[in-house]
């Protein structure tokens, strides 16, 4: 509920609604660039990942076939976890950062009506204040008390009008705050959730190739290769028979 209507509480009111809104902005905003940085560094991660699974690629096509097996599954593995990271980061972006964008627009709205409703409670003020003199310096004159009295019931009638409109304004603008805020979260711990799941599935595998590749098999490969031939046994020459 907003304050009472004196001078007092509309000081009040208007400091709790703009600190409210100010706040609000600042921090969606804080909150908005935050998302931004973390996409632009998790592009950064993304393209050193796909740095680091062509060095593999490169690396396995003149190796042993138990390393040549391991470097060309891990460099796959690694991009497709980048594959992964990109629709991580595009739903962060659509789900989580992009509509935080709007909030200028919708905290001006709570502004707005807030000058109303102030600009209306002036004018209630001044025509109380001018029904008051009336009252005081010409309380004869009922023309006079009959027209203040019927303008400051409509001054009366708008400052209500103003102060339910602006409540209305509050509570939905903190009901889409709230909900906002949690959809974002609820998104960004699904896609953070989503992308090392399956990042972790394909690691697991990965490390299942690993422990299971003989890589004793590629030393003796690469042993035998160098490895000096036997001497060949020689042959003595045979002797004539003697006749």
Do not use: W
């Not at 042993?64 to 097996?69: A, C, D, E, I, N």
């Amino acid at each position: 509920m907003l304050s009472p209507r004196n001078t007092a509480g509309i000081d009040e009111t208007s400091r709790f609604v703009r600190a409210l809104v100010n706040d609000t902005e600042s921090n969606v905003l804080n909150l908005r660039n935050g998302f931004a940085s973390l996409l632009r560094a998790q592009e950064r991660m993304r393209a050193k990942g796909n740095k680091l699974s062509n060095v593999m690629k490169v690396f396995a096509e003149r190796e042993t076939p138990g390393v040549k097996s391991c470097l060309t599954a891990t460099a796959e593995g690694i991009a497709e976890v980048e594959k992964l990271r990109k629709e991580m980061q595009d739903r962060i972006d659509v789900k989580c950062r992009e509509p935080l964008g709007m909030y200028a627009s919708i905290c001006d709205g709570v502004l707005d009506d807030l000058k109303v409703r102030e600009v209306a409670i002036r004018k209630e003020q001044e025509k109380q204040s001018a029904l008051d003199r009336i009252q005081v310096r010409d309380s004869g004159n009922r023309t006079k008390l009959s027209q203040g009295q019927i303008e400051l019931s409509g001054a009366n009638h708008e400052a209500n009008t103003s102060s339910l409109a602006l409540t209305d304004t509050v509570e939905r603008f903190e009901l889409k705050k709230v909900n906002d805020i949690r959809t974002c979260l609820s998104e960004f711990m699904y896609s953070q959730m989503q992308f090392h799941a399956k990042s972790l599935e394909i690691m697991t595998d990965l490390m299942a190739l690993v422990n299971a590749t003989d890589f004793d098999n590629d030393v003796d490969d690469v042993c035998d290769r160098i490895r000096p031939a036997p001497p060949k046994e020689q042959r003595r020459p045979s002797m004539a028979p003697r006749i």
